[in-house]
């Protein structure tokens, strides 16, 4: 079992960020998230896309945006339970409990949700028997590279992510088929261009339009029906990929007891962002109330008054003072120090 001073659902920049306000307050943090890595819709959706509204930066790719969240919030050794997704809820008086998917127990004081638009499940295609062949050769996601080496790979999509691992797994595979529905690709035109430059070399095979109409095989998936340009073909295949993207689903939450309004949590915001149920939050996202933006910089303000309301339930008896880390600096949980530092005066006799 894991202990906590606070378990964050949802790894993206909300809760990335409520690890760093609440290590100022010395609290520890362990974020759970059904991705495999951190950083929620600006890794998994548009890390290349430059954001233009984030205070004091005027242009800041999603993707740079995750990586200085977690450099931010290095020195307070935040742990991470990363692939899998918060199921159960058990609160007690004076702790919480959260249950993965895969049995991992974490135990805290107080339950933050920011778990953003909810848990991502990828969008499946409309085809029979597509549950038979889940895990046995149809993939919705690429974990471990070394099952594909030397493998006919098909991979069906027209975005980021399909061209970026049909380029990655060229690298391994006997041979990578990229179809897509339409003859236009959404995913960056560089990516465009290097599968245009593998096609002409022989390493991939491109087939548009095309549809995935059916999976073939007795326990694994042996070959693939497809519509090419409106006339039937079979391929014969070892994995197929379809990448289309990305489904929030906002399920999970709406048994725990909490109050759901606008398919969100409602929260107190004249207070702290406090759920019907004391001790837990929700925070960035996934909460809701009058005169609510979705936007980055809502989560982080957001997870700073939250945060302040979580030290005061953990510690009645301690009085919580706003410190500036211009003043107090920055002490980490591994030993680091960022010093405050003195402003010199000089003067001229
Ligand atoms: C294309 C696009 C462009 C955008 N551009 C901007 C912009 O320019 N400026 C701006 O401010 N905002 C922008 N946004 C919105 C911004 O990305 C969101 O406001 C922000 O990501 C919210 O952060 P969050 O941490 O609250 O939620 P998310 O980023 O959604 O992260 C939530 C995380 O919680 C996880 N999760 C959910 N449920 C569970 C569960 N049960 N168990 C485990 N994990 C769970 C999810 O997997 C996810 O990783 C954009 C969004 C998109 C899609």
């Known amino acids: 079992m894991i202990n906590t001073d606070i378990i964050i659902i949802g790894a993206g920049p909300t809760g990335l960020f409520a690890v760093f306000e609440a290590g100022l307050l010395g609290m520890r943090c362990h974020l759970i998230d059904s991705l495999g890595k951190p950083g929620g819709q600006c890794s998994e959706i548009y890390p290349k896309k430059p954001i233009y509204d984030i205070p004091a930066h005027p242009e800041i790719l999603a993707g740079d945006l995750v990586n200085n969240l977690l450099e931010q919030i290095k020195p307070f050794s935040p742990t991470y339970t990363l692939g899998e997704t918060a199921e159960k809820l058990l609160k007690e008086k004076e702790s919480i409990t959260i249950t ?29 028997n597509i549950l038979k062949f889940e895990g046995k050769g149809l993939q919705y996601k690429i974990i471990n590279k070394e099952i594909f080496i030397d493998k006919n790979i098909i991979i069906a999509g027209g975005g980021d992510s399909a061209l970026d691992w049909t380029i990655e797994l060229s690298k391994v595979a006997k041979k990578v088929t990229l179809i897509h529905r339409r003859n236009e690709f959404r995913g960056a035109v ?21 549809t995935l109409t059916k999976i073939n095989g007795l326990e694994y998936v042996e070959s693939v029906d497809l519509k090419y340009n409106e006339s039937p073909i079979n391929i014969k295949t070892d ?41 837990i939050y929700a925070i960035g996202d996934i909460n809701t109330y009058p005169g609510k933006l979705k936007l980055i910089l809502s989560g982080f303000h957001e997870a700073a008054i939250m945060c302040h309301s979580a030290y005061r339930l953990i510690n009645p008896e301690k009085r919580n003072v706003l410190k500036y880390t211009t003043i107090s600096g ?14 010199q005066i000089n003067t001229i006799k």
């Open 239 to 279: 994995f197929i990929i379809p990448l289309y993207g990305l489904v929030p689903k906002m399920d999970i939450f709406k048994h725990w007891g909490l109050n759901i309004e606008k398919n969100a949590i409602l929260v107190d915001n004249s207070k702290d962002y406090m759920t019907n149920i004391k001790g």
């Open 100 to 128: 993965t998917n895969k049995g991992t127990i974490v135990k805290g004081k107080i339950l933050v949700i920011a778990g953003g638009l909810g848990n991502f499940e990828p969008r499946k295609p409309n085809i029979e």
């Open 330 to 343: 920055i002490k980490g949980f591994d030993g680091s120090v960022k010093a405050a530092k003195k402003v």
């Open 190 to 210: 560089e990516s465009v261009n290097k599968i245009q430059k593998l096609k002409d070399k022989g390493v991939v095979d491109v087939l548009t339009p095309t």
